[in-house]
């Protein structure tokens, strides 16, 4: 017989080594988050997947599951933290959603009508960020950068070429593109590349691709991120 | 054509007026008035704050971006602007001509979007007006008023809206900023269920635009005296007209006249509107003023709108809208009409129009096709250009290599009717203010004017027809003399 620790008061297997994402997921509970990507390797950055165990809050993506444990995650108390998380995200970058070709298919936005956002509640930054457009098949908005790190983790995991990496610290990290120039099209990115593939957000865009989509067929509007497990 | 009450010769003596805001419609709207001792008026002028933020901002945005972007300009007509914009970015795709089913898709959207904007200002924000009369008694000189005392009326002009914003839903994806049509096309079709749908209402929505129509002929042959002479200009016009000179809201070429209505010019394809107009920019006003250049400053001004459309029109290809038309021509007698007033009948003869196309297009089974994209060799600028619900809207970018734009110019419809809508309020103070005190329906007379030709100035803050005026007269001491608002 499998171990089991329970959620919301739900039971939920798990085999040795899983995290409580990863059990959580596996039998289909849904924990918010934005940096987790079954496919890779947990970053724990995000903390949107903030749940408490036994007690104690920790981002349930890098949290090993252990017998018995017990662990509250749909609560007001978390989901309001989860709230602010996601007001931060959206002032600290530019999250134009009105105009944004991923409207519809964003998780940051999608997390966000999940979470009952009305507001960014905070004073925006408005950074002033570039777009990088010197890609012949692929654009670059740093505006909607949440930093993730997931293209950097597709990039140098599955991809082999590392061509993207997390810069500076603090409030001025940034994603930064691994050329002399600074430019996309001095590295040798694909469109076929995992990395081109995984961003949550409206950074890593195919050109010439926006609003081919319809409104109503979109990701998000066939069905809501708190009904998929995976949320992706 | 006069320059009349622009600028005071002597200023510095006389007392101002400042209606202000008119209205905020993206940005704001004032009228400035000098009155002598007399209360002889000495200037007028309509100030508008324009919407160039845009053109700046979306500089450096990916093309494929900007239809959507753009839209937000307005709530009102953003269709406008996103097929404008759409039109411009087919030109830099390449795509020269779109499917069969993408430009009726388009165009449906379109004359959807005519139907409900034209429904919205005739019926929730002009009929207290001409219903009631411009002075009356404000607390019902609004659509709950309308609602009360002709029931009917107020319920056909909700139900026109709702039926123009369904088409624009089933054709963008939303009532409001969606995101049907893209460069080289349209991303959706309609399904058979969206087509009954709107195919059940189609035919009473026509018949209420034909009501519609004969309701503000009667109203205005009623009044002559004051309908055919109401803040009265005589000016240039102009607009786009399609294949053989008709009607056309979606696509044509530029055609202008002269007051007389003589031809200044037809057949302009409208990628060269920059050879034949030029905008000046005035140190009163934040708004550019536009004219042709082959006439100069002076007298190149004109004006655009429905007024203009349904009269430099050959015909209209529907036969109710046009039976109107010519019900319409033969009032004015054979020479161009030039009353603001008749604004009102025209727009209304435009939406049964619309009604009339939406309903053939209805019957169409290209509207059903997923054929939908085109694409061709890569161009760096292209102009688009549009009647919208209240003028000719024109859009004009530049893109580079790496698909950026890096050029954006929009000359839209209440900046082509700025001089039209100064000299309308001109003769309006002139003609009601001259020795008068400041009273509510001396500004309503001013926001009449105003309203006639665009809704855009009034109806942002003027729902449900209570424009957040205010007018301050202050003595030449700069001393509050009397003030009057209403918010």
């Known amino acids: 017989m499998s171990q089991t620790f329970t959620l919301d008061g739900k039971s939920i297997p798990f085999e040795d080594g899983q995290t409580i994402m990863q059990a959580a997921t596996k039998a289909g509970v849904f924990i918010p988050h934005l940096c987790y990507h079954p496919e890779f390797k947990p970053h724990g950055s995000c903390k949107l997947c903030t749940v408490k165990a036994n007690g104690r809050q920790t981002a349930s993506c890098t949290m090993r599951a252990m017998a018995g444990m017990v662990v509250e995650s749909e609560t007001e108390e978390i989901n309001a933290e989860r709230r602010a998380l996601t007001q931060m995200l959206f002032v600290e970058g530019n999250h134009f959603c009105p105009s944004c070709e991923k409207s519809g298919h964003c998780q940051l936005q999608a997390t966000a009508y999940h979470l009952g956002m009305m507001s960014p509640h905070f004073d925006h930054f408005f950074p002033n960020r570039a777009v990088d457009a010197s890609h012949p098949e692929v654009l670059l908005d740093f505006n909607r950068c949440i930093l993730c790190s997931l293209c950097v983790r597709a990039s140098r995991d599955v991809d082999g070429k590392n061509v993207f990496a997390l810069s500076g610290r603090g409030i001025k990290t940034h994603l930064i593109v691994n050329a002399k120039s600074g430019k996309l099209s001095d590295t040798d990115f694909s469109l076929a590349d995992k990395a081109a593939q995984v961003c949550p957000v409206g950074v890593i865009l195919t050109k010439r691709k926006g609003f081919a989509v319809p409104i109503g067929e979109r990701s998000y509007d066939k069905q809501p991120i708190g009904e998929t497990v995976e949320g992706r | 054509m006069t320059y009349n009450l622009e600028t005071a010769e002597h200023p510095e003596r006389l007392r101002r007026v400042a209606i202000d805001p008119v209205s905020r419609v993206e940005g704001h709207g004032k009228v400035t008035i000098l009155l002598d001792d007399q209360n002889k008026v000495h200037q007028v002028r309509l100030h508008i704050v324009e919407f160039r933020g845009f053109e700046k901002f979306i500089q450096g945005r990916p093309y494929w971006e900007v239809p959507v972007m753009v839209q937000r300009l307005c709530g009102i007509c953003p269709v406008s602007h996103h097929l404008a914009a759409s039109k411009a970015l087919d030109i830099i795709v390449g795509a020269k001509k779109l499917t069969p089913a993408a430009e009726k898709l388009r165009r449906l959207m379109h004359y959807g979007q005519m139907l409900q904007s034209h429904a919205l200002h005739f019926f929730h924000l002009c009929s207290p007006d001409l219903l009631f009369g411009f002075d009356s008694d404000v607390t019902k000189r609004n659509i709950v008023g309308v609602a009360a005392a002709h029931p009917e009326i107020a319920k056909r002009g909700v139900l026109l809206r709702k039926f123009g914003q369904e088409v624009i839903r089933v054709t963008a994806g939303k009532r409001v900023h969606g995101t049907g049509a893209v460069p080289g ?138 039976h109107e038309r010519k019900e319409f021509v033969d009032y004015a007698g054979g020479t161009p009409m030039h009353a603001p007033l008749a604004y009102h009948w025209t727009r209304m003869i435009e939406m049964l129009h619309a009604a009339e196309v939406i309903k053939d297009l209805l019957h169409d089974d290209d509207l059903l096709s997923d054929n939908l994209m085109v694409e061709g060799e890569r161009q760096s600028e292209g102009v688009g250009v549009i009647e919208a619900p209240r003028g000719t809207l024109f859009h004009h970018y530049r893109v580079d290599e790496n698909d950026l734009i890096t050029m954006a110019n929009l000359i839209v419809s209440t900046t082509n009717n700025n001089q039209a809508m100064n000299e309308a309020v001109r003769h309006v103070a002139r003609r009601y203010l001259n020795g008068r005190e400041v009273t509510e329906g001396l500004l309503n007379h001013i926001e009449v004017a105003i309203r006639a030709f665009d809704p855009c100035l009034s109806c942002a803050t003027h729902a449900l027809g209570k424009m957040p005026l205010s007018v301050e007269l202050i003595d030449p001491e700069g001393q509050l003399v009397h003030s009057l608002s209403r918010s």
């Open chain 2, 185 to 322: 096309g349209m991303n959706k079709c309609l399904t058979v269920a969206e087509r009954d749908e709107l195919l059940k209402d189609i035919y009473h929505i026509v018949q209420w635009s034909r009501d519609a129509v004969h309701l503000i002929q009667k109203v205005h042959i009623q009044d002559p005296g004051l309908y055919n002479s109401f803040g009265i200009f005589r000016s240039n016009f102009m607009s786009i007209v399609g294949h053989n000179g008709d009607l056309d809201f979606y696509h044509g070429t530029l055609r202008a006249r002269d007051d007389n209505g003589k031809m200044i010019f037809d057949g302009v394809d409208y990628q060269q509107y920059d050879k034949y107009i030029e905008e000046e920019v005035r140190s009163w006003s934040y708004m550019k003023f536009p004219y042709f250049k082959s006439l100069g400053k002076e007298h190149g001004w004109y004006k655009v709108g429905p007024l203009a459309r349904v009269q430099n029109c050959n015909q209209i290809s529907t036969p109710f809208a046009e």
